[in-house]
């Protein structure tokens, strides 16, 4: 790919930026970087647990500043699709922080809307599934998930994601599901209106492929794919523009091309 076209980044942040709370090396010099050569970046999350300004605020904790309006989560990239497609009410499966991104939209969160928005709940119970089922299995009932992830990576483990939510739902209804969030192309070319910039100007740096590598080739973004993240293994064609080991190398590789070099 040719770095010296580069005009904006799109990155993933846990696994990237990030893993198990913990800052990875070389992250705050990305940023750093970026800064230096006034290229914008915007992060772009499956995780719907937690709001925009949640994450600038766990950011700032790792000392790396970025504005939530530069931070795109699945529930808030959810939140305005709902806007652009004239759905002002919703009803919801989900957590506390996928609401708060929806009603901060000025949607309306009613019991009997016909358009159901899907999200993981870590307080998730048995009579919420089977509340949601029978608002599925209502005639004229719209629906739509934040993200179709499975699992999410823990300490010690992982814990089921969204897509496990959806998988239980689209069994017991026979629907199919939509989801907004990566891989969707549409996500992508959202995160891109806040850049102000073309997909061919921009790269997006992700630890997984069948999310963050898949979603950028639809959308037409150049990708780069980093080792330091999920260890899930994932099974699919795409591959990205080029692996390297961790974000110091995508410093290394930018650092270069801004400084009158190009093509890796």
Known sequence: ????????????????????????PGAREFFRVLAEHGLPCCALTNNARATPEAYERKLAGMGIELPAARIVTAGSATAEWLV?????????????????????????????????????????AYRDLCGAVNHLLRPGTQAVATNADRLIPVAGGYEPECGAIIAFLEYATGRLIPTIGKPNPWIFRYA?????????????????????????????????????????????????????????????????????????
């Open 1 to 24: 790919m040719e770095w010296s076209r580069v005009r904006g980044v799109l990155l993933d942040l846990d696994g990237v930026i990030y893993r198990s709370g913990a800052v990875l």
């Open 84 to 124: 652009r497609h004239s759905h002002g009410r919703f009803a919801m499966l989900g957590s506390a922080p996928l609401r708060e991104c929806l009603l901060a939209r000025g949607l309306e969160e009613r019991a009997d809307a016909d358009m159901l928005i899907i999200g993981i709940d870590a307080d998730l």
């Open 192 to 264: 891109l209106e806040q850049l102000g910039i073309a997909p061919g100007q921009a790269v997006m740096v992700g630890d997984t492929v069948d999310t963050d590598i898949v979603g950028a080739r639809a959308a037409g973004v150049p990708s780069v794919l980093v080792e330091t993240g999920s260890p899930i293994p994932r099974v699919t064609p795409v591959a990205p523009a080029l692996r390297l080991p961790d974000i110091r190398a995508v410093t290394e590789r930018l650092t270069a091309a801004l400084g009158g070099t190009g093509t890796a």
